[in-house]
């Protein structure tokens, strides 16, 4: 029993040592893996708030906007900029915003809205999405170069059609025959890529669009 008690005395000893060399880095790793692990439930806590609290702004724009109540939609989207950017609510509600300011009649607005999304929505299909919208309102009120840069940016898949078709609309609008003509065969190549295995773009006609405005430039090179 003595030899028991001496030997577990060595081992206390042992461990008081140890303790002594690395207990305040032991402490702090603790320390710090807790506070870490509050952080992360603490960000996930303030996400989830944020995107309970910016889905009830973004139904409220979608009201607004269903009823052409132009000037609250505009003023639900900034909220939604303001305080809820890191959420995917702020870049649908400037897309949702900017068309009800376009059929307001509004496109200074419309065009402020669709610039931020354009730059700061986080899916990348609205950012494409809003570039092409943009571009779309620059080419109506004749601000050629301006829309050109917009398309210029290389969307995603699904869009590069839509893209190319634009590009070639503003092209034809400039009186870039040539340079139209390119465009829109290369939103038919995109185009054909996509339709390849997805019959409903096949029979949607789209293509058929594309093809009667490249034709409609002539036949030349």
Known sequence: MATYDLEEQEQLDELKTWWKMYGNIVTGILVAVALAVAGWQGWNWWQRQQTAQASAVFSALQNA??????????????????????????????????????????????????????????????????????AAVMLDEKAYDEAIKQLTTEPGASFAPRFAELRGDVLAAQGKVAEARTAYDLALTKFDALAKDDESRQRGGYKEIIQTKRDSLGAGK
């Open 65 to 134: 906007a269903a009823q052409r109540d132009a000037k609250r939609a505009r003023e639900l989207a900034g909220e939604l900029i303001d305080k809820y950017a890191v959420t995917s609510y702020a870049g649908m509600g400037a897309l949702l915003a900017a068309r009800a300011q376009v059929d307001a009649g509004d496109t200074k607005n419309a065009r402020v809205q669709l610039a931020w999304a354009a730059e700061n929505a986080k899916d990348s299909g609205l950012r494409d999405l809003a570039r092409l919208r943009l």
